[in-house]
C-alpha cells in the first residue's frame, strides 16, 4: 500500500464548478497534511496546508481532513481554467519529517 | 515573503562536466531540502540540511554533493553525471524541523533548475 494515494486523473470540470480532489493515507499518526499546485513545467506551490479535523478555508479553496477515515480532500469553488494543473497532496507522517507525496491529480477546468 | 531562488534556470552539461546548482532563501529558515522530480512523478527528496548540517542522504549516488555554506544558500555540486540523472531539481525550505511545531514544516519551493545531461 502506498503511503499516500491519489487519483491520477484527469478530473474534469466545468469552469464554475466545483472541483473536489481527494487523498488517503496510510500512517494514522500522521499530523501535518498540505495541498501543492504545479503547473506544467513550474515547481511546486503551497496552496493550503491542514493540522486539525475539520474544515479549514481560504478564498476558493476548503481543506477537508478527517483523521479517522485517514482522508484528506480539496475542494476548488468556482473553478477557472487557470486552476488547471496537478496538485499534489503531501503528508508528513508520524515520528518523521519528511515529506511524503501522492502521485498527484490533474485537474483540467474547461470553458 | 515566500520566496526561494533557483540558479540557473536551465543547465545542459555533459557527463564529464562539473556544474553546481545554487539556490537561496531570505525567510530565515533553518531546514533547506533538494529534490529531484521526472515527468509526470512527485518530487523525490534527495538531501536535507537543518541549521545548516546535512541530516537526511537518500542514498543519493556520490556525482551528486551538497553543500550548505550558510543559513541562506545551498549548493547542489554536480560531476560525471548520467542521462538518466536529466530531471528538474528543486530547493525547498521551512521554518524548522526540530520546533515540533506543525507549521514549521512548511516547505516552500524555488522554481527550480532544469537540467539536461547529454
Known amino acids: 500500500q502506498k503511503e499516500v494515494e491519489q487519483n491520477s486523473g484527469p478530473l474534469s470540470v466545468p469552469e464554475g464548478a466545483i472541483a473536489s480532489l481527494n487523498c488517503t493515507y496510510s500512517d494514522r499518526g500522521s499530523q501535518s497534511f498540505f495541498w501543492y499546485r504545479q503547473y506544467s513545467g513550474k515547481s511546486p506551490e503551497l496552496i493550503m496546508f491542514i493540522y486539525s479535523n475539520g474544515d479549514k478555508e481560504d478564498g476558493r479553496f476548503t481543506a477537508q481532513l478527517n483523521k479517522a477515515s485517514q482522508y484528506v480532500s480539496l475542494l476548488i469553488r468556482d473553478s477557472q481554467p487557470s486552476d488547471s494543473a496537478t496538485y499534489l497532496c503531501a503528508v508528513i507522517p508520524y515520528n518523521t519529517d519528511k515529506l511524503i507525496f501522492g502521485t498527484g491529480t490533474r485537474l483540467q477546468v474547461f470553458p | 515573503d515566500t520566496e526561494v531562488t533557483q540558479t540557473p534556470k536551465h543547465l545542459v552539461m555533459g557527463m564529464t562536466n562539473k556544474k553546481s546548482l545554487k539556490c537561496e532563501q531570505h525567510m530565515g529558515h533553518r531546514a533547506m531540502y533538494w529534490y529531484k522530480q521526472k515527468a509526470k512523478k512527485p518530487p523525490e527528496l534527495m538531501f536535507v540540511y537543518s541549521y545548516e548540517k546535512l541530516s537526511i542522504n537518500e542514498s543519493v549516488p556520490s556525482r551528486f554533493s551538497p553543500e550548505c555554506p550558510n543559513s541562506s544558500l545551498l549548493n547542489l555540486h554536480l560531476h560525471a553525471l548520467q542521462p538518466e540523472d536529466s530531471a528538474l531539481y528543486l530547493c525547498?525550505?521551512?521554518?524548522?524541523?526540530?520546533?515540533?511545531?506543525?507549521?514549521?514544516?512548511?516547505?516552500?519551493f524555488g522554481p527550480g533548475t532544469r537540467l539536461t545531461v547529454t
Open positions: 525547498a525550505s521551512s521554518q524548522d524541523r526540530t520546533s515540533g511545531r506543525a507549521s514549521s514544516y512548511e516547505q516552500y
